[in-house]
């Protein structure tokens, strides 16, 4: 590098050194070979300082005070990395030359700029530390006692100390002689702010509580000499701010000490310190009321943090009183027991009133108190456990809950009460098994299920259930005692005894399920509960066969009414036990499945019963459905012969209620059912046609409703066979019933204005495709997608009735461009079809048309290949040679492709309503 012209960059050069550097640098930025000289530069280490003259190191020093004068003077701070570096600059030549030739440096450096210390960690090697060492001693000697009398320098210093508090020993600042010197400086008036801070800082250090109670106490009575505390007399609102942040902390100091101490159980120390809190509330509410509102603000914690510790010490007190006393006569209460009696009630009024406040707090309180006397029950006083047991019912009513719901909503305090009664009933304090009897008995006794008012058993029955399905196991012990009990109430009451049964039928679907759940979920072997389930049922199935005869010999209308309630009662209730097994509890693993394989056999040949049919084909049913999942493959025998009796003679009502079981037969057994399905089909379709095609009057709403509701039965039928991967069944019921059970579903997706029915119908069409689109698929059906399932993916949308704005039409929308997708899948599968699709359609009438038309020629336009003329008002859209290429969109009026006209600007709607925007 050329030494001369870096002499140029010195501040104080001339301008022809000056110039000449700055020439030379920029014809090293240019040179190709810049790079190499300066890596030279930099390897060969040729610019050391120690290797400059003295001139020249001393031009460098008044350099450096020329650039800190100069950054001080300027308005505008020097950028970050800049001012980083002068820093390392400034140590770097402080580590060189203090010693030997800039003894000055301090002086020199403070003359110009504010000091402001930082620091991190570095680690040093020996002989680092050992020059460090000297450094700083040679600073004590030389330069620390003649800065010692600056009072700004003083300030600065307590700010460096106060900030680095929290780093520095304990025992270096929290002693004699730091702390005296601190409040010798509270006297004087320039240093009395920064020592402030000072002390609020070493309050706020980290101690042992007994000896941060000490410490605060200790700086109060010095700072009370000192007529610190008389807030009236002080008129230096700055100084007012600090001192109330200092005793702010002193304040919240004292509080952090108190519960420290009160957590160790240390209640002697604890009370020490609580009084010393006490002490400073008149000097806090006085800096609360000052004027000035920094003053007041700084004191705001040390007030929020002595109102939690007074609601705790009231908490406390309050828990403490609630106790007995060792003279309270349990045997014998007299006048002394009475008025504790009602004084405790007073105590809850206060604690009701806590919890309004501070709900937190006391749970917090109450949980710590709960806990504690809880783990060690049997060595506590008698007096102390019943205290901790009657504040978590005092609890549970003092905290507010919406509809009684205390172990849910807020995961906070539904944790603590759980834990809390979690702890109770393990802890052994009571006895679970005993209260559980006791609350059994009273369910079942004249307070709840033989209660004289029909209300009160019908509430009991529910709230029965409920009782022992939340209980689960803990019932073992009682189960066969509370079956016993319970037996005059699982009775069927024919309509011939002549008297009221104490339960309504429906009273007894939640006992009949009881009986189940404490069956199914007891500890006994699969054998006892088969025979418990037994008896339970086979009173039902001997009293069914009884009364099944008697509806058959029936004359009187209302007589088989009501013999036939009865009959669905029993199949009702035979079908609610079954609701206790689960997919833990199966009926197989229970060894129950004989038992319902005897009521089914029992039950079927109701259907058979030309009266009453509805009502007993709904009860059967009814049964089928929890017989499907509970005996699984066991049930099919019985399919065939209940589907051929319910498909008698049945009404739109009947069918649409027959076709859900038919689904879930369907959709659980799947293959397993195949033949059945395949035998069942057409005679299920052809009454189901029979009741749709039946006349019905023009203004007749419920009927046209049943008929809606039936056809989108019909549909949902459809679908479960194909969605189950069943097509064979309908294409094995010979090609004149496929046809016209295609045509169905084509008529369902575009001529019925019902959007859930055309949503069913279009997934339907979607999987025919996926299913027969394939080399093994039906004959000809091939030419019904082209001719049939696209056209009906147009029509369907450009129908009057069809509404973008109804939600269920947006998703019949959707299945509509699903089905365009499977078409194109099929066709990409090395598919080529010669059809032609001419679809002819009248744009005028219809505001959305064309909208969704736009979607879906686009759709074509990215999808398909051939192509696509379009013209206005009749669209014509033609797919030739169908492949996924090669696919041009010509203008019928300009004969343009679509980027000519784009180019050349087309007046054709039918141009502008693809693409051209013209």
Same mark, same amino acid.
């Given at each position: ?50 290797? @400059? ?79 460090? =060492? ?82 605060? *106490? ?84 040390? &007030?929020?943090?002595? @109102? ?26 007299? *006048? ?201 049922? =086979? ?75 509805? +009502? ?15 005996? *699984?493959?066991? +049930? ?102 496929? *046809? ?60 009057? =009735? ?67 003329? &379009? ?48």
């Amino acid at each position: 590098m050329d030494e001369q012209a870096l002499l140029g960059l010195n501040p104080n050069a001339d301008a022809d050194f000056r110039q000449r550097a700055l020439a030379y640098f920029e014809q090293l930025k240019i040179s190709q070979d810049a790079w190499q000289v300066c890596a030279e530069a930099l390897a060969q280490s040729i610019y050391r300082y120690s290797e @400059l003259t003295e001139v020249q190191q001393q031009l460098i020093r008044e350099t450096l005070i020329t650039w800190l004068q100069a950054q001080m003077l300027n308005p505008q701070p020097e950028k970050t990395f800049i001012r980083n570096k002068a820093a390392q600059v400034f140590a770097l030549l402080f580590v060189t030359e203090y010693l030997t030739k800039w003894p000055k440096f301090f002086f020199d450096i403070l003359s110009v700029v504010d000091l402001n210390p930082r620091d991190r960690d570095v680690v040093h090697t020996s002989e680092e530390a050992r020059r460090n =060492t000297l450094l700083k001693d040679t600073m004590r000697e030389q330069c620390i006692p003649s800065l010692y009398n600056n009072s700004e320098l003083t300030c600065q210093c307590l700010e460096v100390v106060g900030a680095y508090v929290s780093w520095i020993d304990l025992s270096l600042i929290a002693n004699e002689r730091f702390i005296n010197m601190l409040l010798g400086h509270m006297s004087v008036e320039v240093l009395r702010e920064e020592a402030c801070d000072c002390l609020f800082e070493i309050v706020n250090k980290g101690m042992d509580p007994i000896d941060k109670t000490k410490l605060v *106490e200790s700086l109060c009575q010095v700072l009370q000499s000192a007529g610190l505390f008389s807030i009236d007399q002080e008129d230096d609102v700055d100084f007012l701010a600090r001192f109330s942040k200092l005793v702010n902390g002193m304040g919240q100091a004292l509080i952090a000490s108190w519960t420290k101490l009160i957590k160790n159980g240390d209640m002697k120390s604890a009370q020490d310190t609580l009084q010393a809190i006490e002490a400073k509330v008149s000097l806090m509410l006085q800096l609360l009321i000052h004027e000035d509102d920094d003053i007041s603000s700084n004191i705001i914690g040390f &007030c929020y943090d002595y @109102l939690h510790i007074l609601k705790q010490a009231i908490m406390l007190a309050v828990m403490k009183k609630l106790t007995y006393d060792e003279e309270y006569n349990f045997e014998n209460e007299g *006048e002394d027991e009475a008025m504790f009696v009602e004084y405790r009630k007073q105590l809850k009024l206060l604690l009701d009133r806590l919890a309004q406040v501070s709900p937190e707090l006391l749970l917090a309180s109450v949980r710590r108190v709960f806990n504690t006397t809880l783990q060690n029950w049997q060595t506590t006083r008698f007096m102390e456990v019943e205290v901790a047991i009657r504040l978590l019912y005092m609890l549970a009513e003092a905290l507010p809950v919406s509809h009684g719901a205390h172990f849910s909503g807020d995961v906070t305090k539904a944790t603590a009460l759980q834990d809390m009664m979690r702890t109770l009933v393990t802890s052994g304090v009571i006895s679970p098994n005993l209260h559980i009897q006791l609350v059994t008995m009273a369910f079942l006794d004249h307070r709840g299920l033989r209660h004289t008012s029909p209300k009160v058993r019908s509430r009991t029955a529910y709230l029965f259930s409920r009782f022992v399905k939340s209980l689960n196991k803990q019932m073992n012990p009682f189960i066969e005692d509370v079956l016993n009990r319970i037996q005059d109430l699982l009775e069927l009451s024919p309509p011939e005894n002549g008297y009221q049964a104490l339960l309504s039928s429906d009273d007894q679907l939640f006992i009949y399920e009881t009986a189940g759940v404490l069956i199914v979920n007891s500890e006994y072997s699969a054998e006892r509960k088969q025979a418990l389930m037994r008896n339970l049922l =086979t009173p039902l199935m001997e009293k069914f066969k009884v009364l099944l005869e008697k509806l058959m010999m029936a004359q009187d209308e209302d007589r088989q009414m009501a013999l036939a309630d009865c009959l669905n009662h029993a199949v009702g209730f035979a079908s609610r036990t079954s609701k206790a097994f689960s997919n833990k509890q199966t009926v197989k693993q229970c060894g129950c499945s004989e038992v319902y394989l005897d009521c089914l056999q029992t039950f079927l040949p109701a259907l058979s019963c030309p009266l009453q049919k509805e +009502v007993l084909r709904s009860g059967v049913r009814t049964f089928l459905h929890r017989m499907i999942i509970c005996l *699984e493959e066991e +049930v099919l025998p019985f399919i065939p012969s209940a589907s051929e009796h319910m498909l008698k003679d049945c009404e739109a009502k009947d069918l649409q209620e027959f076709i859900p079981l038919i689904n879930q037969i369907t959709a659980k057994f799947k293959t397993q059912v195949s033949p059945f399905l395949q035998q069942m089909f057409m005679p299920l379709l052809h009454a189901i046609f029979e009741v749709l095609l039946l006349p019905a009057e023009e203004n007749d709403q419920s009927a046209a409703l049943e008929k809606q509701m039936l056809r989108r039965s019909y549909f949902a039928f459809l679908q479960t066979v194909t969605g189950s991967g069943m097509s064979e069944v309908i294409a094995n019921q010979g090609a004149e019933n496929v *046809e016209r059970v295609l045509f169905t579903v084509i008529q369902g997706a575009v001529d019925y204005p019902d959007p859930i029915a055309q949503k069913t119908c279009f997934i339907i069409l979607s999987k025919l495709v996926e299913l027969w689109g394939g080399k093994d698929g039906p004959v000809g059906f091939a030419d019904f997608v082209y001719k049939h399932i696209v056209p009906a993916c147009f029509l369907a949308p450009l129908k009057q =009735t069809f509404d973008l704005a109804d939600a269920q039409t947006v998703l019949v929308c959707i299945t509509v461009f699903f089905s365009f997708t499977l078409i194109a899948m099929w066709q990409t599968e090395g598919k080529k079809n010669n059809s032609h699709i001419v679809l002819m359609v009248d744009l005028s009438y219809k505001e959305n048309t064309l909208f969704f038309l736009n979607g879906v020629l686009i759709w074509l336009l990215l999808t398909c290949c051939g192509t696509v003329f &379009c013209s206005s008002p009749m669209l014509k859209i033609k797919l030739e040679n169908c492949r996924f290429e090669n696919l041009t969109l010509i203008c019928i009026t300009c004969e343009l492709t679509l980027s000519e006209s784009e180019q050349t600007g087309c007046s054709s709607l039918g141009c502008s309503g693809f693409s051209c925007d013209r």
